[in-house]
């Protein structure tokens, strides 16, 4: 079983599934710059840390493959990020029980009932939302470079839910690690707003102007998989192990957005 974790026991063995994008991007430097070994394990051929991190390529539904690369490995961390969304016109506590609307939903929430029947004493499950970061394509971002090539945009405004920005979420997971709880818990950025409220707060903080945001219903982007309502996540408890709060999403997204790193 893994070792306990503690400012007495670093450095630790980590191992990151995914580790390319995101929250896992964020976490990996963190976990780096706090002098610990971390390995990616991921189905890509991108490594953004070079010679800094080990990395084992499978694709993780793929058992036999994970297994092979695994073998005779031992870690004391094992992080698998992932993200589920209730449906409830209210923050959903951290014992609600989730709705999985897709797929990949189910495969997550299935991957966490695991661990948690598998190892109870050792594993914590963080469900998040809506997350943007340095790096990688994300809505913000999507929102700039459109900015960029038109001078109209239409934006969903039917979807609410918190954005929440690794820049936030990977010193929270950080310290889930190193408390003595374990289960679940909600990491989001403060308050809750649509699509559309990020569109233009995204455009006015980043000085954009000349570009008009129109609000406009989800059937007018149709997706493979459905998207929640409201997706807003009660963070209590995560509040109450840190002391505080994440960031509200707006001064989140500012700080984001005043990063050089993006």
Same mark, same amino acid.
């Given at each position: 079983?893994?070792?306990?974790?503690?400012?007495?026991? $670093?450095?630790?063995?980590? !191992?990151?599934?995914?580790?390319?994008? /995101?929250?896992?991007?964020? !976490?990996?430097?963190?976990?780096?710059?706090?002098?610990?070994?971390?390995? !990616?394990?991921?189905?890509?051929?991108?490594?953004?840390?070079? $010679?800094?991190?080990?990395? !084992?390529?499978?694709?993780?539904? $793929?058992? $036999?493959?994970?297994?092979? &690369?695994?073998?005779?490995?031992?870690?004391?961390? &094992? /992080?698998?990020?992932?993200?589920?969304?209730?449906?409830?016109?209210?923050?959903?506590?951290?014992?609600?029980?989730?709705?999985?609307?897709?797929?990949?939903?189910?495969?997550?929430?299935?991957?966490g009932q695991a661990a948690m029947a598998a190892h109870p004493p050792g594993t914590r499950i963080v469900r998040t939302q809506w997350l943007y970061g340095p790096r990688g394509n994300h809505f913000p971002g999507t929102m700039l470079r459109l900015a960029a090539e038109r001078d109209e945009l239409r934006v969903v405004q039917d979807q609410r839910g918190s954005p929440t920005s690794t820049l936030e979420l990977a010193p929270a997971l950080w310290d889930v690690l190193r408390a003595p709880l374990v289960g679940t818990f909600h990491g989001a950025c403060e308050g809750e707003a649509s699509w559309f409220d990020v569109a233009c707060a995204t455009l006015e903080y980043a000085g954009v102007e000349g570009v008009r945001v129109l609000p406009c219903n989800s059937d007018a982007f149709p997706r493979p998989a459905p998207r929640p309502a409201y997706s807003v996540l009660d963070c209590g408890r995560l509040a109450a192990l840190r002391g505080r709060p994440l960031a509200h999403w707006q001064d989140a997204l500012k700080t984001y957005l005043g990063n050089e790193d993006q």
């Open positions: 079983p893994p070792r306990s974790v503690g400012p007495e026991r $670093d450095p630790l063995k980590i !191992l990151v599934h995914g580790g390319t994008r /995101f929250i896992g991007r964020a !976490l990996v430097g963190r976990l780096l710059a706090g002098g610990h070994e971390v390995t !990616l394990l991921h189905s890509g051929h991108h490594n953004p840390f070079g $010679d800094t991190v080990e990395r !084992l390529v499978a694709d993780r539904n $793929d058992h $036999d493959a994970v297994g092979r &690369v695994l073998r005779g490995r031992r870690f004391d961390v &094992v /992080f698998e990020p992932a993200s589920l969304h209730p449906v409830r016109p209210r923050p959903a506590p951290e014992g609600a029980r989730p709705w999985p609307l897709g797929a990949a939903g189910g495969t997550r929430l299935a991957g």
